[in-house]
């Protein structure tokens, strides 16, 4: 294991999860906090739905990043010879293309939406206001994150590709 894979390893197998832990937490609390003040004091805090989706939205590309890393996101079992020629590491290749690609498109996307939301200081309708460049910059840590290990992904597979033992053997 390279240097390099260590620190991307550490980042979005210890980092990222952690990340995505703590804010499920703190999603936990928010809401708790939320139904003692609704049914205790009979008020609210008129947050929990606001924070929460950010939270939450931040803790999914966190986790989602890990979970590509470590390549345990949800597969698809094929039958017979599909499920060989899908173990092929050019078949390998072309899928984490696919990923880096889409992943490309959605930091994009949301780069330019940060980017609005930051030149016209874009808050949210909310009673707290937030300036939605905060959220948002989180959001375009996590895919940037993403996206990060898509491009990684992307270059094993094409070396694993182009080495002479990838082109007789599987990929992992």
């Known amino acids: 294991m390279s240097k390099y ?26 809401i ?8 205790a ?11 929460c989706g950010y939270l939450f939205a931040i803790a999914v ?10 390549d345990k996101l949800i597969k698809i079992d094929l039958p017979g010879a599909w499920a060989e020629f899908v173990k ?6 072309i899928v984490h293309l696919a990923a880096l690609v889409l992943n490309s498109i959605l930091l994009y996307a ?14 949210s ?12 910059g989180a959001v375009v840590g ?3 994150l993403l996206f990060l290990v898509s491009l990684c992904q992307f270059v094993r597979s094409v070396v694993r590709c182009l080495s002479p033992a990838g082109e007789k053997g599987v990929a992992e």
Do not use: H, K
Not at 112 to 123: D, G, H, K, W
Not at 125 to 136: E, F, G, K, N
């Open 5 to 30: 894979d260590r620190i991307l390893d550490f980042v979005t197998v210890t980092i990222a999860n952690g990340i995505a832990a703590v804010l499920i937490a703190c999603i936990f609390i928010i």
């Open 88 to 93: 092929q590491p050019f078949v390998r290749m």
């Open 41 to 51: 004091f009979n008020t609210s805090t008129l947050i929990a739905d606001e924070y």
């Open 110 to 123: 949301i780069w330019q939406t940060f980017s609005a939301s930051l030149l016209f200081t874009s808050r």
């Open 61 to 70: 590309y966190a986790g989602l990043s890990a979970g590509m890393y470590q």
């Open 125 to 136: 309708i909310q009673p707290s206001r937030t300036l939605l460049a905060y959220p948002q």
């Open 32 to 39: 708790n906090v939320e139904i003692v003040c609704r049914y």
């Open 142 to 144: 996590g895919i940037a």
